[in-house]
């Protein structure tokens, strides 16, 4: 059943407005737009500009108040109903559409509580052919007392990638897994270490191929074995390249991360969850948008990775996070 049937609150208004942006202070190239997220979108999409990468991390429907951790409230995730969770949402899923370029790639990060709502309003707006991912990020690691809580510990938040068209900006991922340098293998030719696996069902062609390469690995009885390079750290430390996959267990909590990068703002995401999506889905130079920005996560992360970045939130609280996150940046302070 579609949302379009269950749903009363759907909205169908014309997106773009009359609605300028107010100037308050600083100069580009990077902005952050205080004030609420539906006017700000309408204004964004009247001066014709389009964006290459989207994220987004709304209220998650979890029925809490959050305070940053000074003791000022930052914001509130109270909803009267599901509809009134959806009617806030859905305009502006619609608006992050209509300024995607036709590369652009929406991310929408939620957890057990709104992903069954969300996902049906993108396969409503970007059409369900558009999905490339949804991904499994392991926010944390179980606690003890979650095992005792009669069900699987809630430790993961899905991560929902919607592209504009079937030719969105794709940059492969790799991954570092510590290797044995017990079990590595190495090559007197070139120095490097390198693990083998049996050739499988590589054609004689492709061995010879591989062998041309330096990659085919016999053993003294003849047996042939394909190479994999390992890399080798500056403590000596050997890794094996695995392609990141859907399942992200590897991105720490931000519990974990150093003391500099902790803002003390709830519910603030680890820089390098944001330098995964801003890697993989968009190049240097394409601008990035976030209409939930919170501490201003997407931002650090879009700038230190050479993307121009659209910030809006409407709490105060959010907002001094981010002036003082990003004082150093050349940010343009506009409101709605
Ligand atoms: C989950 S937090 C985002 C955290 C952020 N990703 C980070 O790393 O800090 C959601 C944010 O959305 C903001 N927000 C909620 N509704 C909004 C709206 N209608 N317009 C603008 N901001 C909104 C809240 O103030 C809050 O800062």
């Given at each position: 059943?579609s949302?379009?049937l ?8 014309p ?11 600083g100069e580009?190239p ?22 290459g ?12 108040d ?6 000022r409230?930052?914001?509130?995730d109270?909803w009267s109903?599901?509809?009134a969770y ?39 707006i970007?059409?369900?052919?558009r999905?490339r991912?949804?991904?499994a990020?392991?926010?944390a690691?179980?606690?003890g ?7 699987f510990?809630?430790?993961l ?6 592209a504009?068209?079937d030719?969105?900006r ?21 120095g ?8 499988g ?20 009885s ?16 050997l ?18 991360a ?8 709830p ?7 944001l330098?995964?999506?801003?890697e ?17 996560t ?39």
């Amino acid at each position: 059943m579609s949302v379009r049937l269950v749903w009363e609150g759907r909205d169908d208004a014309p997106l773009a407005s009359e609605g300028a942006l107010v100037h308050v202070e600083g100069e580009g190239p990077h902005e952050v737009v205080e004030g609420p997220n539906l006017p700000a979108l309408r204004a964004l999409l009247a001066t014709g500009r389009t964006y290459g990468l989207a994220y987004l991390d709304p209220p998650y429907s979890s029925a809490a108040d959050y305070a940053h951790t000074d003791g000022r409230a930052a914001y509130s995730d109270k909803w009267s109903d599901r509809d009134a969770y959806l009617t806030a949402l859905f305009p502006c899923l619609r608006l992050v559409h209509a300024l995607l370029a036709p590369h652009g790639t929406i991310w929408v990060q939620v957890d057990h509580r709104a992903s069954g709502l969300v996902q049906p309003l993108l396969d409503e707006i970007f059409g369900a052919q558009r999905l490339r991912n949804v991904i499994a990020w392991r926010r944390a690691p179980p606690l003890g007392r979650q095992v005792q809580s009669g069900q699987f510990p809630r430790n993961l938040d899905l991560l929902f990638a919607y592209a504009k068209s079937d030719k969105p900006r794709w940059h492969p991922v790799w991954g570092l897994l510590p290797f044995d340098k017990k079990k590595a293998r190495l090559d007197p030719t070139n120095g490097r270490y390198f693990t083998t696996a049996p050739r499988g069902d590589y054609t004689d062609e492709s061995v010879a191929r591989l062998e041309a390469e330096g990659r085919i690995h016999r053993t003294e009885s003849g047996k042939v074995y394909v190479k994999y390079w390992l890399e080798q750290g500056e403590d000596g430390q050997l890794y094996k390249p695995k392609a990141v996959d859907a399942v992200w267990d590897d991105v720490a909590p931000l519990r974990h991360a150093s003391p500099k990068e902790r803002t003390g703002y709830p519910t603030q995401k680890p820089e390098p969850l944001l330098a995964r999506i801003v890697e993989s889905t968009s190049d240097p130079g394409d601008a990035v948008l976030d209409p939930y920005a919170g501490s201003g996560t997407t931002g650090v992360v879009a700038a230190r990775l050479g993307r121009p970045f659209t910030l809006v939130d409407q709490s105060p609280a959010a907002l001094d996070t981010m002036r003082a996150r990003l004082r150093d940046l050349p940010v343009r302070w506009l409101r709605t």
